[in-house]
């Protein structure tokens, strides 16, 4: 087993610096991990490292799931998703229609809440989907505590 030292001359030597102490490390081993992505998406494909879950014929899901992988961390606001899923040509649209938009937006955040917790059993300790109702925004995932 590798001690501290170790570690740190290995990590240092891919990085061509000094020597870092362990609680350096440990600070950069951690911000990569929360920074990590339970899964990705090939192909239309959303992966874990035990499960999949073919979204080729599901291109609203699909585009949810890209927007967010592909973020990497970033949140967004109904307004946005709506721009991205349902309004790309950011056409006018009434209060009815964005309503309407908003409802679909909700039941599709739903609903891929739902497939992630039915496919991707081995990311149970993980809440899909959460929304911050003090920012006003979705993320894509957050630890349950």
């Not at 001690?3 to 000094?18: C, G, H, K, R, Y």
């Not at 006018?92 to 955040?109: A, E, H, P």
Request: aromatic share 12%.
């Amino acid at each position: 087993m590798a001690t501290n030292l170790q570690l740190a001359e290995f990590v240092d030597s891919l990085n061509n610096q000094e020597p870092m102490k362990f609680r350096h490390l440990y600070a950069i081993i951690k911000e990569r991990a929360e920074n990590a992505l339970p899964v990705w998406i090939h192909q239309r494909v959303v992966y874990s490292k035990k499960h999949s879950l073919d979204l080729s014929d599901k291109p609203k899901m699909y585009e949810l799931f890209r927007l967010f992988v592909e973020a990497k961390g970033k949140g967004y606001d109904k307004d946005d998703l709506i721009r991205v899923l349902y309004n790309p040509e950011c056409r006018f649209v009434s209060m009815r229609q964005k309503d309407s938009y908003g409802r679909n937006l909700t039941k599709l955040i739903s609903r891929a809440r739902l497939l992630m917790e039915e496919h991707f059993t081995d990311l149970n300790d993980i809440h899909w989907f959460p929304n911050d109702r003090n920012r006003g925004r979705w993320s894509f995932f957050q630890d349950k505590i």
